[in-house]
């Protein structure tokens, strides 16, 4: 059996199984999950803590679907469950609705400014949330979408989830001045609510409290990225650093 | 930074990621907190992001990221010690200490904490000093207690 | 002590201890339970062990701290055998009386004996106290029995014979076998059929695998596996080998809270015992089975209790749960498949290997074998711990056992289950407490808590105080449990300052819907029940606190008044020193006055005042 899920399984697992989503019987690779398996097959699901290059911890709790029969149902977050062979999936039951207008609902009372929160939710007909908001000024939804990619992708682990519930927030640690950090930007980039601030003036990228000279093109003399970032690819890729400090254009 | 108090509590484990949470809850009895720069060398030591610490020390209650007390004064509102006068307890605590919960005295003698349970229901309301436990505490004999600890 | 080279010698050891112990040797055993420690338990077994020098005694009756003796209402407790005379409320003062009476003369002290709470009929035998004679211990049976820090006197109980049992005659399948048929669920909250979870992870695929002990107790208001762990941690520990061996386990954690230093103390003793006497590590007494346990401390997070959490606490990260599946049966600790049981579910296991599991399977209800430990506490007179078969009533249990409300106060509800579970009302008195019966009311077993309460409990308060509790321990990782919480939270405190709308009783109950249906795990989806049931069954209270601003019970503090009436009041200021704002003024020997707008209606002045002068409503 195969635990790991991920968004691309065609390739390493071939066995397929058949399942049925909204009484449609189909095909998908054992293994994937089920948000993938749907998409794949058309049926819309919104996420907002979901991307297909990062595994997924189903923390928003908005691609959730209703499984099983009648009435022995129950929701699950399609990004991390599985398919399986003859499981009854429904992607818009009135459970389904429910839960995913609950979810957009208690998002909005919390981050009532967020775009993506607020487009998702009109979708679902809500235009004003009925709980309390906090802070009107709250963009962080708390998807961890930048950690992840931080941790993932980049490799480098600069910030993490820090505290719970009531005081739960994306942090650097001790909420000083990122050591670990080299300024790629990819938080900030991957972020669905542009909650993460960043500056570029003068040559220099400020981020997590801390400056990072940029690099200019040894050829063109365009800034490439900081230059904290170029040494970190040269690190892992075993490269000189001064492969990277020619930017895309002029190589 | 006490390299050698350190490297005591560290000998004791393999140098495991696993480690994480026995080294800081050794630091912590020991240190009466997690101070910073121990930290990043037990990030070192274990191989683990300072991120990764970061999260821990303030997910779990034990660990506290600023100096405690030398008394740990646990006020614990279970659903008994709730209903049975918790809340009066720890106030009587907080007034007679001068804190709030989650706060140490400024001559460094208590900390004042409240906690979920601490299993001795019948008892309630229930207090714990250190290792030593208090029950049916009624609020009166509060300065009675907090002087059996001061020095 | 030997270490057992084989598991003859074991038996013949076992032989030789039991004929070198004399059935009539005097004892005393000091209750040091959770219940009698913060009572000064400790105060008492060291005047014991003084006066048992003074008279000589020393080495003709043997001194022992026990664990839970059961009736905690009643500490500090004492039990003599082999009379099975039980004392209580003893102090030190006491003990010279005892020792002199009783230990020398065979004489009751009648004064220490147990009273009924209606009859006032004095009784001093443990078999004739009704708390105990309606009682059915399989995992307490040894709690006031033995010394929990001897192995011997684990061994001379019974104690390993299951685990001689099954690697003598039993092979892995065969216990599995044994462990479903008796019907076993676990006794932790979920009652999912012990032996099946088993089943599944002996089955999956790999060599290595784990067993965790779940010592987690983070229900306030149940302190069994705390009393089980301090007061007989071996049969935790034969109930894991038991289980490694049908599993396939080799290494096991036993993940106990650091807010219980004795019960780690206790098993850390243990552990080392059964190292020490060959009954864990390499090769168990030429077996050829192997196992080791290791203890983890938990660091303070209610949510470890739930098992995915817990096994990434284990692995050093924070105890954020995760979707499953995979379960931890399948891929678990290290992504490896994992057994997790809480420690009355170990507790059992030897015990039906030892009697089997039709013995077991004939105790309980249809689908809830076997006996369940609760933790009756609040408004009761007899508050402890009991162990009664499933499918007891809960009158039965509050009424027979728990000798009725105390103050003759009348019956209002019985919260179960900790924070996940629901208050149930007086209609209900009379159902047979079950995992499926608790269901059906809006509530659940969990790990056994049971909390009592009468007329001075405030059900909005009450469903209040479990949602706060749970929002400053769930972890924030998933949206319906993070956020709802804190609306929820938002909408009782709005109730209870006297700002509560009838529209937020509708919300309310929407909101506790989609949380169940949506929540990652269980604390999120069963944290509504403590709302929920108190909205089902007490609904009128909530409108009360709504329409009239009024808290019946008096607990809501916004919504009370206090004042002082100048013909009772001596002006003795007990209340102006307790009172933290300075509210209250007068001169001394004069009545005083409390100022209304300063007063933050903390009630401190209300308890310190011992004329009644203190008004409140």
Same mark, same amino acid.
């Given at each position: 059996m195969v635990w790991k899920i991920t968004d691309e399984t065609f390739e390493t697992i071939t066995e397929e199984v058949i399942l049925s989503i909204d009484g449609i019987s189909l095909r998908a690779p054992q293994g994937q999950s089920l948000l993938m398996a749907a998409r794949h097959h058309g049926f819309d699901i919104p996420t907002l803590c979901h991307h297909s290059d990062?595994?997924?911890?189903?923390?928003?709790?908005?691609?959730?679907?209703?499984?099983?029969?009648?009435?022995?149902?129950?929701?699950?977050?399609?990004?991390?469950?599985?398919?399986?062979?003859?499981?009854?999936?429904?992607?818009?039951?009135?459970?389904?609705?429910?839960?995913?207008?609950?979810?957009?609902?208690?998002?909005?009372?919390?981050?009532?400014?967020?775009?993506?929160?607020?487009?998702?939710?009109?979708?679902?007909?809500?235009?004003?949330?009925?709980?309390?908001?906090?802070?009107?000024?709250?963009?962080?939804?708390?998807?961890?979408l930048c950690v992840r990619a931080c941790r993932e992708v980049v490799g480098v682990s600069a910030i993490s989830m820090a505290h719970r519930t009531p005081g739960k927030l994306v942090a650097t640690p001790f909420l000083e001045a990122a050591e670990a950090c080299i300024g790629c930007g990819s938080c900030a980039f991957i972020c669905p609510t542009g909650v993460i601030p960043y500056t570029e003036k003068d040559g220099v990228r400020t981020i997590w409290g801390r400056d990072f000279p940029l690099q200019p093109c040894n050829v063109c003399g365009n800034f490439i990225a900081p230059t904290a970032q170029l040494e970190h690819w040269a690190k892992i890729t075993g490269d000189p650093v001064e492969h990277y400090f020619v930017c895309k254009d002029c190589r | 930074m006490d390299q050698e108090r350190l490297d005591t509590i560290l000998s004791r484990y393999e140098g495991d990621a696993a480690d994480l949470i026995p080294v800081l809850q050794d630091i912590q009895d020991q240190y009466s907190y997690l101070p910073k720069d121990e930290l990043k060398v037990v990030a070192q030591k274990l191989n683990v992001p300072l991120t990764r610490i970061f999260s821990v020390a303030t997910f779990y209650k034990m660990f506290s990221l600023i100096p405690k007390g030398r008394h740990q004064i646990r006020v614990c509102l279970g659903t008994t010690c709730h209903l049975r006068g918790g809340p009066r307890l720890m106030e009587s605590f907080s007034h007679r200490l001068g804190v709030e919960p989650g706060y140490t005295t400024k001559d460094m003698q208590f900390s004042l904490e409240t906690v979920g349970c601490l299993g001795s229901c019948a008892q309630a309301p229930v207090a714990m000093i250190d290792d030593k436990y208090f029950g049916r505490l009624a609020t009166d004999k509060v300065p009675k207690i907090l002087k059996l600890y001061k020095n | 002590m030997p270490k057992f080279e084989s598991l003859d010698h074991l038996r013949e050891y076992r032989r030789q201890l039991l004929a070198r112990r004399d059935p009539q040797q005097l004892q005393v055993l000091v209750c040091a339970g959770p219940g009698c420690l913060p009572m000064g338990s400790e105060e008492v077994a060291a005047a014991f062990k003084e006066e048992l020098q003074a008279k000589g005694l020393e080495g003709k009756v043997l001194l022992k701290e026990s664990g839970c003796q059961g009736l905690c209402a009643r500490a500090v407790r004492v039990i003599l055998r082999p009379r099975e005379i039980c004392y209580q409320q003893v102090t030190p003062e006491d003990v010279p009386e005892i020792v002199e009476a009783t230990l020398m003369n065979g004489q009751v002290v009648d004064r220490l004996i147990y009273e009924a709470p209606l009859t006032g009929s004095k009784i001093a035998h443990k078999s004739e106290i009704p708390f105990y004679r309606g009682q059915q211990p399989i995992v307490l049976r040894k709690l006031d029995v033995i010394d929990p820090e001897s192995l011997d006197d684990y061994l001379a109980m019974g104690g390993y014979r299951g685990l001689r049992k099954i690697l003598t005659e039993m092979t892995p399948e065969a216990v599995i076998d044994a462990v479903e048929r008796s019907g076993l669920r676990g006794r932790g909250g979920g009652g999912f059929p012990t032996g099946r979870k088993w089943r599944v992870c002996h089955e999956a695929e790999g060599e290595v695998k784990f067993i965790i002990c779940n010592g987690d107790e983070g229900d306030p208001g149940a302190f069994m596996d705390r009393a089980v762990m301090e007061g007989d941690p071996h049969a935790v520990i034969e109930g894991m080998l038991i289980g490694a061996y049908a599993i396939g386990a080799r290494k096991g954690y036993i993940y106990v809270r650091h807010e219980y230093p004795?019960?780690?103390?206790?098993?850390?003793?243990?552990?080392?015992?059964?190292?020490?006497?060959?009954?864990?590590?390499?090769?168990?007494?030429?077996?050829?089975?192997?196992?080791?346990?290791?203890?983890?401390?938990?660091?303070?997070?209610? @949510?470890?209790?739930?098992?995915?959490?817990?096994?990434?606490?284990?692995?050093?990260?924070?105890?954020?749960?995760?979707?499953?599946?995979?379960?931890?049966?399948?891929?678990?600790?290290?992504?490896?498949?994992?057994?997790?049981?809480? @420690?009355?579910?170990?507790?059992?296991?030897?015990?039906?290997i030892n009697l089997g599991p039709e013995w077991f399977a004939a105790i309980g209800t249809e689908n809830s074998k076997g006996t369940k430990v609760f933790s009756l506490v609040g408004a009761v007179n007899q508050t402890g711990l009991v162990e009664v078969p499933m499918g007891t009533t809960l009158r039965q249990i509050i009424f027979e056992l728990g000798g009725g409300i105390r103050q003759d106060h009348e019956f209002k509800a019985v919260q179960t289950g900790g924070p996940s579970g629901g208050c149930i009302p007086k209609e209900f008195l009379d159902l047979p407490v079950d995992y499926d019966s608790l269901q059906s009311v809006g509530s659940i077993m969990g790990s056994g808590g049971m909390i009592v309460m009468d007329h001075t409990s405030c059900m909005v308060d009450v469903a209040r105080y479990f949602l706060s509790?749970?929002?400053?321990?769930?972890?924030?990782?998933?949206?319906?449990?993070?956020?709802?919480? =804190?609306?929820?939270?938002?909408?009782?405190?709005?109730?209870?300052?006297?700002?509560?709308?009838?529209?937020?009783?509708?919300?309310?109950?929407?909101?506790?819907?989609?949380?169940? !249906?949506?929540?990652?795990?269980?604390?999120?989806?069963?944290?509504?029940?403590?709302?929920?049931?108190?909205?089902?069954?007490? =609904?009128?209270?909530?409108?009360?606190?709504? =329409? !009239?601003?009024?808290?019946?019970?008096?607990?809501? =503090?916004?919504?009370? /008044?206090?004042?002082?009436?100048?013909?009772?009041?001596?002006?003795?200021?007990?209340?102006?020193?307790?009172?933290? @704002?300075?509210?209250?003024?007068?001169? /001394?020997?004069?009545?005083?006055?409390?100022?209304?707008?300063?007063?933050? /209606?903390?009630?401190?002045?209300?308890?310190?005042?011992?004329?009644?002068? @203190?008004?409140?409503?």
């Open positions: 990062l595994p997924s911890e189903g923390n928003c709790r908005l691609c959730l679907v209703e499984i099983g029969e009648h009435p022995r149902t129950r929701l699950v977050n399609s990004c991390t469950y599985p398919v399986e062979a003859g499981l009854l999936v429904q992607t818009a039951s009135e459970k389904v609705l429910q839960g995913r207008r609950m979810v957009l609902e208690l998002l909005l009372a919390r981050c009532p400014k967020a775009k993506i929160v607020q487009d998702l939710a009109a979708q679902m007909g809500i235009y004003e949330s009925r709980f309390k908001t906090d802070d009107p000024e709250e963009l962080c939804i708390l998807c961890g | - | 004795l019960a780690v103390k206790r098993l850390q003793l243990a552990i080392g015992q059964a190292r020490q006497f060959g009954l864990l590590g390499s090769n168990i007494m030429r077996s050829g089975f192997g196992f080791d346990l290791k203890i983890a401390r938990g660091a303070g997070a209610f @949510v470890c209790g739930e098992e995915t959490a817990l096994i990434h606490s284990i692995e050093g990260f924070i105890g954020e749960p995760s979707p499953r599946p995979p379960y931890p049966a399948q891929a678990g600790l290290w992504g490896l498949p994992t057994v997790i049981n809480n @420690v009355e579910t170990w507790a059992n296991v030897p015990e039906i509790f749970l929002f400053e321990e769930s972890c924030g990782k998933c949206t319906p449990c993070r956020e709802g919480l =804190r609306q929820m939270l938002f909408l009782l405190d709005e109730i209870i300052h006297g700002r509560g709308e009838e529209a937020h009783l509708a919300l309310m109950e929407e909101l506790c819907a989609a949380m169940a !249906d949506a929540s990652l795990c269980g604390l999120g989806q069963s944290a509504a029940n403590p709302v929920l049931s108190t909205l089902k069954y007490f =609904r009128q209270e909530y409108e009360t606190h709504i =329409r !009239d601003k009024k808290c019946p019970a008096l607990v809501c =503090r916004p919504l009370l /008044k206090y004042s002082i009436d100048p013909e009772t009041c001596t002006g003795c200021l007990a209340c102006v020193r307790e009172c933290p @704002v300075g509210a209250i003024t007068g001169l /001394k020997k004069q009545p005083q006055e409390l100022d209304q707008e300063l007063c933050i /209606k903390c009630g401190l002045c209300f308890e310190s005042c011992q004329f009644e002068a @203190v008004k409140v409503e």
